[in-house]
Nanobody, 120 residues
């Protein structure tokens, strides 16, 4: 059974930091590109950051460049999102996504999301 379980969200003041984690199971994590998305109330889900299967390639939304860092530990089947200098506009539900490549094609898996609220 495929599972992506996010954790680490919460309430933080502007300028603060949070570290999100996403633990994967039920598929080959090391063969999957991983990414973090977020969705704020009334807005569409947007890509925040992505990382390739071996971790050698990363990309970020312009709005988080220089503040957020995506990383992964293939031995622990876990992807992380370190979020620094948080702003109120970072408030959203953050989702982990896996793009699992097999001989049969590409499958996308999503986690259930974790709430991040940036407020004083």
């Amino acid at each position: 059974q495929v599972q992506l379980v996010e954790s680490g969200g919460g309430l933080v003041q502007p300028g603060g930091s949070l570290r999100l984690s996403c633990v994967a199971s039920g598929f080959s994590f090391r063969n999957s590109g991983m990414s973090w998305y977020r969705q704020a109330p009334g807005k569409e889900r947007e890509l925040v950051a992505g990382i390739s299967s071996a971790g050698g390639s990363r990309n970020y939304a312009d709005s988080v460049k220089g503040r957020f860092t995506i990383s992964r530990d293939n031995a622990k089947n876990t992807v992380y999102l370190q979020m620094n200098s948080l702003k109120p506009e970072d408030t959203a539900v953050y989702f982990c996504k896996a793009d699992h490549l097999t001989a049969g094609g590409l499958s996308a898996y999503w986690g259930q999301g974790t709430q991040v609220t940036v407020s004083s």
